[in-house]
């Protein structure tokens, strides 16, 4: 009876011991996993042709994803130098018919600059207007251009810079300093803008695709430090006009490359809450899969916006990725 009571004390402490030995050792285990999934998502991996933009392995988490409340989905529509009086007429009348967006969906249409005063007259209200070029100054002895206070002046709240018409028809050439000016006089101007890049046929066969869009993103971010009012459009220049479309896969590894080039290279902030839309012949057939993709925030579209289908593209809003808080 008296050894009994003696090994009581022994044995409850060898008890606590046992217990405490097992705390440290989950512990333990739950420091691991949690370092292991930090390690997957950590970027490094090289670009093809040693470019520094990440590219998602498979082991990858994405730390992408649309985080931030800022990024509503954003449709663009540009129509380009195509229509005349009738056929804008035509085109207005149809979008107006289309359900009201209730702001879950910012969109945008650029029509031609002789018909933006009728087309911001006669719109829907919903519909915001952009230019699809503008000058790299104000007003002045510049013939044929239009300065950001001239689209501002008319309604416009937005304007296109960058796009690949601009940056490689021979007729043009617009070289991406000159565009990344454009872009800082335009938003010092109050204008939103709509930044484009992408890469050649040639370019993407090359490996070069980062390269290319990094090249492109770098020279912007040596000219502004406000983002608030950039969306950047990622257009492979091959899937312009040409029926191609690049697989979903295929557009969110670019999207994807291009937050994380943003949040290495700007900051963490504008990479969550930066905009960064597709295009390249997105129609109301390829547009709800394409909407899925977390880094996929919208679309600017360009033949299918001269169409009624282009409500349909707007509409794809409702298959986007939810915005997580």
């Known amino acids: 009876m008296t050894n009994s009571l003696k090994n009581k004390p022994f044995a409850l402490l060898l008890s606590i011991a046992v217990n405490a030995g097992l705390v440290c050792v989950l512990v333990t285990m739950m420091s691991s996993v949690g370092s292991s999934n930090i390690s997957l998502s950590q970027p490094g991996l090289q670009v093809r042709g040693g470019g520094n933009i990440a590219l998602r392995g498979p082991a990858r988490i994405s730390r992408n994803t649309r985080v931030n409340a800022e990024r509503k989905f954003f449709v663009g529509g540009n129509w380009k130098c195509n229509g005349n009086m009738a056929s804008v007429k035509e085109l207005v009348s149809s979008l107006n018919d289309g359900e009201p967006t209730r702001g879950n969906v910012e969109v945008v249409c650029a029509p031609p600059s002789p018909y933006i005063d009728y087309v911001r007259q006669n719109l829907r209200s919903d519909f915001q ?194 915005v997580s808080q």
């Open 129 to 322: 207007i952009s230019g699809q070029n503008c000058w790299i100054k104000g007003t002045g002895a510049y013939t044929g251009e239009i300065c950001p206070e001239m689209l501002k002046d008319i309604g416009c709240e937005w304007v296109i810079l960058g796009h690949s018409e601009r940056r490689h028809l021979t007729e043009i050439k617009e070289t991406d300093e000159i565009i990344a000016d454009k872009t800082k006089y335009a938003l010092d101007s109050g204008l939103g803008v709509i930044f484009c890049i992408g890469e050649l046929l040639e370019e993407r066969e090359a490996g070069q695709t980062l390269q290319v869009c990094e090249r492109q993103m770098a020279a912007l971010a040596s000219k502004i430090d406000n983002w608030d009012k950039v969306v950047i459009a990622y257009e492979p220049v091959w899937a312009i006009g040409t029926g191609v479309v690049a697989t979903p896969e295929q557009a969110q590894e670019v999207h994807d490359s291009v937050r994380s080039w943003l949040r290495n290279k700007v900051s963490p902030q504008v990479a969550d809450s930066v905009r960064i839309l597709y295009g390249g012949s997105v129609n109301p057939q390829n547009c709800d899969e394409l909407a899925t993709k977390p880094d996929i925030d919208g679309f600017l579209v360009g033949g299918a916006s001269l169409t009624p289908g282009f409500l349909q593209i707007v509409d794809s809003y409702k298959h986007s990725m939810p």
